[in-house]
């Protein structure tokens, strides 16, 4: 006799009011003028999905009662500009947003807090551990060094931006589309691209607790030898954010949601709760942030990396072709070639890679001989 189990698939309970909150993201920073806020609804976890909302009129105020209206961009998005002349260290702002229905969620007032320069970012040559004792993952791992004796404030944000070249591995030279076509001389302006992305971790640094505003060695992220990222030139922006305690506890919850993603709640994270309230509905809880904080920052480039290896497959293999061309079905147009053979359309553009990024060179790039 055979037995058969079955596993029954869990789906919590929630509430409809667990998901029916407001979203809410802003940050007011010295770095730019214009300062993007965010307003969605929060979808159920059964069904994630991003719900703007449209038709808010969004401003932030300072506590001496000067008010800055925010334009709608689109997809929940609002800008408010404001001058640099009116981003003052020491002076508080708050977020308003009123919904067409009347609904007000604001903010707490939260102080513009000076932040210190960043002593400096660097990177040591290191090798992590995997699952297997005998095989180790070869990279860099990045730091950074706080060094603000005479700062007051003990409590700090980092982002972190990466950017990177990278290349495909042939121009374009030769094609098939019903007509074999010889690009003469060959097409090298789609080889070099150049990607961007911040990196998903959130660092924060609390000092209050220490003899002194300073540390070293704080941790930033690790870039290993598997791709390309390293081989050419790579380069992180960090950016460094003065907090309060408030927002640094809020910044701790959203660092554990992201560790212990994976579980139940694997495509939205766990609810962390901010400083907006609905003064319309108290009891409806308002989720996000609205983050105020100077910023400094610094870039470094990174080429070379002394004694590292590449440990990754050629992005491009090479086909010999299965038939002559002229049998090729329509629907595999254009087939490209490089020596003799097919290769990938990603082979020769380096703006379809996997890697995601684009031929347009960064204005920050230094020029490679």
């Known amino acids: ?53 449209y038709d808010c009129n969004v401003r932030i105020v300072d506590i001496s009662g000067n008010s800055f209206d925010g334009n709608e ?41 000076d932040s210190p320069p960043i002593d400096s970012v660097y990177y040591m040559r290191e090798r992590k551990p995997t699952n297997d004792p005998e095989f180790f993952i070869e990279g860099i791992q990045f730091y950074l060094n706080l ?21 495909s591995e042939f121009p374009l030279e030769y094609y098939y589309d019903g007509v074999l076509h010889h690009v003469y001389p060959p097409d090298y302006s789609h080889m070099v691209c150049w990607a961007t992305n911040q990196i998903a971790d959130i660092f924060i640094l609390n000092t209050a607790e220490l003899d002194e505003n300073a540390y070293k060695q704080f941790f930033l992220h690790f870039v290993d030898n598997t791709t390309q990222r390293l081989k050419h030139l790579y380069s992180i922006l960090v950016k460094q954010y003065a907090i309060d305690e ?57 080429k070379d990396v002394p004694d590292l290896d590449f440990n990754f497959y050629p992005e491009c293999g090479i086909w010999p072709l299965a038939e002559p061309l002229r049998y090729y079905d329509p629907k595999f147009y254009p087939i490209y070639l490089a020596n003799g053979g097919e290769v990938s359309p990603d082979c020769i553009f380096c703006e379809i890679s996997v890697l995601g990024g684009d031929t347009i060179r960064p204005d920050f790039w230094p020029e490679q001989k």
Not at 7 to 29: A, D, M
Not at 289 to 301: A, D, E, N
């Open 1 to 53: 006799m055979s037995l058969y189990a079955c596993i029954e698939e869990y789906r919590p309970e929630i509430e409809y009011t667990e998901s029916n909150k407001y979203v809410v993201y802003g940050e007011l920073t010295t770095a730019q003028e214009d300062h993007i806020i965010s307003v969605a609804l929060a979808s159920s976890i059964q069904e994630p999905q991003y719900i703007p909302l």
């Open 147 to 167: 060094d603000a004796p005479d700062a007051e404030n003990a409590y700090y944000k980092f982002d972190v931006i990466e950017t990177f070249e990278y290349h």
């Open 246 to 302: 408030s927002g640094y506890f809020y910044w701790g919850q959203m660092r554990q949601n992201n560790l212990e993603q994976g579980g139940m709640y694997e495509t939205q994270p766990l609810p962390a709760k901010g400083n907006l309230v609905n003064l319309t509905n108290p009891k409806q809880e308002v989720l996000g942030y609205f983050q105020v904080s100077c910023i400094k920052t610094k870039r470094i480039f990174v």
């Open 73 to 113: 961009i689109g997809e929940g998005k609002y800008t408010v500009r404001i001058s640099p002349e009116n981003l003052k260290p020491g002076r508080a702002y708050r977020l308003e947003i009123i919904k067409p229905a009347g609904t007000n969620l604001v903010s707490e007032y939260e102080e513009l807090l």
